[in-house]
């Protein structure tokens, strides 16, 4: 393993997480690919990528091409002479002339349990789902999306307080250890992997702004979990007289009213008290445009005309 040659591609703290424990373990890359530097802010500054900021750190390399649809770029990790390209969260296609110049090919940490959830949204979409259980899985990198064959995979329990960021650092943990402990075995070839079982394949589509908006025709334990699926981006919001108000916790209150879909019932201690298909959706913090994070019961305590019981929210 002292004589593999790595490149690692990643981008977002997810990927970071990965690089620490590599550099960590003594395994370090000649290179690191990420993607450019994006703006961030209001400002609109140009920001490294996690991953970039890491690689810096320590010396390495950084190469950030915008993609890989020109040759010479694909020359130029070619001339870099690594057998193994290790892809956490990278964000790029990889052509297959890249691919195929790796005499020990790439590897791919994926955050889920494979052929489960291929595609963008992995963790959001398991959370959101409803799911028990979700993982790690290494797998080879083939020309499909997230269809290669699988080395190994670790699995972790989706718990009932759990949203998409504490999946995410979770399962980056998860991944790290798991990478780690078995990259030795793949490279010398003790590991084999073994094919997905292509009838039990599901996407998990990337999420959109649009899916933010509560829709109280849905279920409570259905919205409770959107709530902390959309949580840290783009989060779950409620609409009351053209103002949108982002919605940050929420729980279940169970009821047998007969009240329409996104009646208001009240406000507590507990919070605002919204009817749903099936039971009611007690939201406990809220933020309105232009404010801070506040607890539900206390902002809707001082706006009582606005959320009036019996008012119907839009949906």
Known sequence: MDNTKIIFAGTPDFAAVHLEALLKKGIRPLAVYTQPDRPKGRGHTLCPSPCKVIAQKEGIPVYTPLNFKREEDIDEFIRLGASLLIVVAYGLILPHRL????????????????????????????????????????????????????????????????????????????????????????????????????????????????????????????????????????????????????????????????????????????????????????IETLQAPGRGRVKACDFCRSKKDVFAVGRILEF
């Open 99 to 282: 691919l195929t110049s790796l005499s020990l090919g790439a590897i791919n940490v994926h955050a889920s349990l494979l052929p489960l959830y291929r595609g963008a949204a992995p963790i959001q979409r398991a959370l959101l789902e409803g799911q028990d259980t979700t993982g790690v899985t290494i797998m080879k990198i083939a020309d499909a999306l997230d269809a290669g064959d699988i080395y190994t995979y670790a699995t972790l329990k989706i718990l009932p307080t759990d949203t998409s960021e504490s999946l995410f650092n979770n399962l980056a943990e998860l991944g790290a250890k798991t990478l780690v402990d078995n990259l030795p075995k793949i490279i010398d070839g003790s590991l084999c992997a073994t094919p997905q079982d292509e009838n039990k394949v599901t996407y998990a589509k990337k999420i959109t702004k649009e899916e933010s908006a509560l829709n109280f025709s849905k279920d409570a334990k259905t919205l409770e979990r959107e709530v902390r699926g959309l949580y840290p981006w783009p989060v779950a919001t409620i609409r009351l007289d053209d103002v949108i108000y982002k919605i940050f916790t929420s729980s279940v209150v169970t009821s047998d009213s007969p009240a329409q879909p996104g009646t208001i019932l009240g406000c507590d201690n507990r919070g605002l008290l919204i009817k749903t298909s099936k039971d009611i959706l007690c």
